[in-house]
């Protein structure tokens, strides 16, 4: 499949919009990590919680919904709709609290609430835990999808993906710090949603599917069901019980932390004030739950009665590397399908999407690395300026390691088990120990 020059016009355009508050806040980003980091704590709202979920719009989630639809159905989802309960709580319980905290980083939360050399030892350990391999190995999750999405609809190979994504990406991230990513975030997520409506409504009107009502008859109904077949003990308790009564609590999984944390933590902190985080943190919950899964979730479906195999992808597209045809590529699959000037648009979308999230995590992943470990072990005495610099440089690091672990994934399922896996047994700490006094750093490090 080849752009026109429509396409590439759009493209064009969308990527300058989002360009612009970058270079804005250049200047501004370079005064200090309060403000590299978070926006001097002058974030309205609107403006906190759109970032939130523009960086969960990441390339790799409309093909993981996709793969969760094609193999499972719809109730599949449930996987992850049941970390709404952990938003909630962090809207209505934590919000706040980080606000009030003042802290830079919520790992730098750890020597408040703890004391002596454990505290200290858990923040650097997890400065370097989260900041670089849990962060790498997301950023890889999504560089992987990038990667798919490329080679379908552009015909790019494994490294021209890379090596254009990454330097955009850096680009973005260095520049501008958390201002510049938060009001290209809001440029972004327009044009990413713009873009995925768009190619919902379109895939809908495809002669194999018939619209919305050919859809609903031509699909099996149990894969439609919002919840699962009960009768299925196996089913039901994998996909349903278990996230909705266990893995809620019991997990760390970016973006839903327990009590909040990482970039969800990082925009709270960066608030106006305690409303405004809980405000933000509402608006990212309704937003990333409510409103945005579904353009995925109907191209998901219209992909089953358009390509209802893997094979039928493969033939379809016989250039394509075998070892990346999974069912998660059936939604870039169907995104070729679409006309001139809204293949553009989705290609436009999908890499604001890209470089929404990627900006987010090399922002995120630095604060961790010169706030929590560099400036805490390494040079207490470090400067303002060098702080930034060294951020801007840590930014290029971690996208070469990224790019690295993204090599050796297959699919964004095996992502989202692998950090699923590694997330799991944390949660329940990071909720009680704001309250229960004998939560301690060894708790948490037992729990890792």
């Known amino acids: 499949m080849h752009l026109d020059a429509l396409d590439w016009t759009v493209v064009a355009v969308s990527l300058a919009a989002a360009w612009v508050p970058s270079v804005f806040f250049a200047r501004r980003a370079a005064r200090g990590t309060a403000e590299f980091f978070t926006s001097g704590r002058a ?195 994998e996909i349903f019980f278990v996230p909705l009564f266990v893995q809620w609590w019991a997990s760390w999984y970016p973006g839903s932390e327990p009590g909040g944390g990482g970039y969800v933590a990082q925009r709270m902190l960066a608030a106006r004030d305690e409303r405004h985080a809980a405000g933000a943190a509402l608006w990212f919950n309704l937003a990333h739950y409510a409103l945005r899964p579904w353009p995925w979730i109907i191209v998901g479906l219209c992909s089953i009665l358009v390509f209802p195999t893997v094979a039928d992808i493969q033939t379809q597209f016989p250039a394509l590397d075998p070892a990346l045809v999974k069912d998660d590529i059936a939604y870039p699959a169907m995104l070729t399908l679409l006309p001139h000037g809204l293949i553009g648009l989705l290609v436009a979308s999908l890499l604001a999407a890209y470089v929404s999230t990627m900006s987010t995590h090399l922002n995120w992943g630095s604060s961790y690395l010169v706030n929590d470990f560099y400036r805490r072990f390494v040079d207490r005495r470090a400067t303002e300026a060098r702080c930034v610099w060294l951020s801007r440089l840590l930014a290029v690091g971690l996208m070469l390691v990224a790019i690295g672990f993204s090599t050796v994934l297959e699919s964004a399922k095996d992502g989202f088990d692998l950090l699923m896996s590694i997330g799991a047994g944390t949660g329940l700490i990071y909720l009680l120990r704001w309250f229960w006094w004998r939560i301690n750093p060894w708790s948490e490090i037992a729990g890792m």
């Open 43 to 237: 974030v309205p709202w609107w403006l906190a919680g759109t970032s939130m979920v523009a960086t969960t719009f990441a390339t790799d989630t409309p093909n993981l919904i996709t793969e969760f639809v094609r193999t499972s159905g719809v109730a599949k989802n449930w996987s992850w709709w049941a970390l709404l309960l952990t938003g909630m709580t962090t809207v209505f319980l934590y919000a706040r609290l980080w606000r009030r905290s003042g802290v830079l980083t919520d790992l730098e939360f750890y020597e408040i609430r703890y004391t002596g050399a454990s505290a200290a030892f858990l923040r650097g350990f997890r400065a370097i835990y989260l900041g670089l391999l849990c962060n790498c190995i997301i950023m890889a999750i999504v560089t992987l999808a990038a990667v798919k999405i490329a080679h379908i609809m552009l015909g790019w190979d494994r490294w021209q993906t890379i090596l254009v994504c990454g330097v955009i990406c850096v680009a973005f991230s260095a520049l501008s710090g958390l201002w510049g990513v938060l009001a290209s975030d809001l440029v972004q997520f327009v044009v990413a949603m713009i873009g995925v409506v768009g190619a919902a409504w379109y895939s809908l009107g495809h002669p194999a599917v018939g619209g919305l009502s050919g859809l609903l008859e031509k699909i099996e109904p149990q894969r439609l069901r919002l919840l699962p077949e009960f009768s299925d003990h196996t089913v039901a308790l």
